[in-house]
């Protein structure tokens, strides 16, 4: 069964720093994009950032920009978002989501088109004093 | 950031009620856009990519139409298990972006 589980969150104060992970089975990990996507709480869906399979592509949210750090270990089929000073405004669900990948070729241009098919249950974090 | 704007926010329906869900992008996306269903706790669900393609295991009476900048979801026959909130969301952008959200309710 193919399954992400999230773990890392909690309660933290303005300013402090937390490190989310995300284990993931059932499926070939290093094959696969992966992104963390939050919610906070009574709101919508918010993208946080995304990590290619070879690590070698990252894309962060504005909001975030400069804050988080995403980062994947294919060996031990994990990915991992690390959060420094984190601010209320970061309390949320924080969830792990596989990315399903589609390449189009136009000439000798690639593009990429990602959505995400697979999601965790979601981790819970607080930042407040 | 490429915005994405549902219609409407909440929507009340009965058993059985055909339902039709509006995401609107602030340009255009060529067809690609997902759409997800969430419950209360829960993690979303994909049902639809790539505008109109519906994900493996959805049921039928879920379908998607549209490109460009205005898309569809359609819910042929309202069922209980579908009430739920459901999100569309962008992916011709690396940045991707989610519509409000359209809560389903029962009436």
């Known amino acids: 069964e193919v399954q992400l589980v999230e773990s890392g969150g909690g309660l933290v104060q303005p300013g402090g720093s937390l490190r989310l992970s995300c284990a993931a089975s059932g499926f070939t990990f290093s094959s696969y994009s992966m992104n963390w996507v939050r919610q906070a709480p009574g709101k919508g869906l918010e993208w946080v950032s995304y990590?290619?399979?070879?690590?070698?592509?990252?894309y962060y949210a504005d909001s975030v920009k400069g804050r988080f750090t995403i980062s994947r270990d294919n060996a031990k089929n994990s990915l991992y978002l690390q959060m420094n000073s984190l601010r209320a405004e970061d309390t949320a669900v924080y969830y792990c989501?596989?990315?399903?990948?589609?390449?189009?070729?136009?000439?000798?241009?690639?593009?990429?088109?990602?959505?995400?098919?697979?999601w965790g249950k979601g981790t819970t974090v607080t930042v407040s004093s | 950031d490429i915005q994405m704007t549902q219609s409407p926010s909440t929507l009340s329906a009965s058993v059985g009620d055909r339902v039709t869900i509006t995401c609107r992008a602030s340009q255009s996306i060529s067809s690609w856009l997902a759409w997800y269903q969430q419950k209360p706790g829960k993690a979303p669900k994909l049902l639809i990519y790539?505008?109109?393609s519906l994900e493996s295991g959805v049921p039928s009476r879920f379908s998607g139409s549209g490109s460009g900048t205005e898309f569809t979801l359609t819910i042929s026959s309202l069922q209980p298990d579908d009430f739920a909130t459901y999100y569309c969301?962008?992916?011709?952008?690396?940045?991707?972006?989610f519509g409000g959200g359209t809560k389903v309710e029962i009436k």
């Open positions: 990590i290619s399979s070879s690590s070698s592509t990252i």
């Open positions: 969301q962008q992916y011709n952008s690396y940045s991707l972006t």
């Open positions: 989501a596989r990315a399903l990948m589609t390449t189009v070729t136009l000439g000798h241009s690639y593009y990429y088109y990602y959505y995400m098919d697979v």
């Open positions: 790539k505008a109109s």
